[in-house]
């Protein structure tokens, strides 16, 4: 059983950056971040697959959000920038455990965090 835990969440402005931390107990294959608003629904953020390169992102992210995974450390991050109000959320962070083809539905996933909680004001 993979534990991952994030870090690194809290309230800023807009235009504001931050930096989510995710460390896993182990390595993993793909490891991804999904967001969750309240009275939405829960969306792809990113995602870090197993073979490299690949590196997914959600429309919403796309240009102001990135990936990256520190292997030796089992730790995948999420640089966000240029953070909008409309990006404030419970943020996740997801493992899987074997190698998948998919890596944007949360259904892909075999583990997950506690999440941790962004918020942007305006």
């Known amino acids: 059983q993979v534990q991952l835990v994030e870090s690194g969440g809290g309230l800023v402005q807009a235009g504001d950056s931050l930096r989510l931390s995710c460390a896993a107990s182990?390595?993993?294959?793909?490891m991804g971040w999904f967001r969750q608003a309240p009275g939405k629904e829960r969306e792809f953020v990113a995602a870090?697959?197993?073979?490299?390169?690949?590196?997914l992102y959600g429309d919403s992210v796309k240009g102001r959000f990135t990936i990256s995974r520190d292997t030796a450390k089992n730790t995948v991050y999420l640089q966000m920038n240029s953070l909008k109000p409309e990006d404030t959320a419970v943020y996740s962070c997801?493992?899987?455990?074997?190698?998948?083809?998919?890596?944007?539905?949360?259904?892909?996933?075999?583990?997950w965090g506690q999440g941790t909680q962004v918020t942007v004001s305006s």
């Open positions: 870090d697959g197993w073979s490299y390169g690949i590196k």
């Open positions: 182990f390595s993993t294959y793909g």
């Open positions: 997801a493992a899987q455990s074997r190698r998948r083809s998919d890596y944007v539905r949360y259904e892909s996933y075999d583990f």
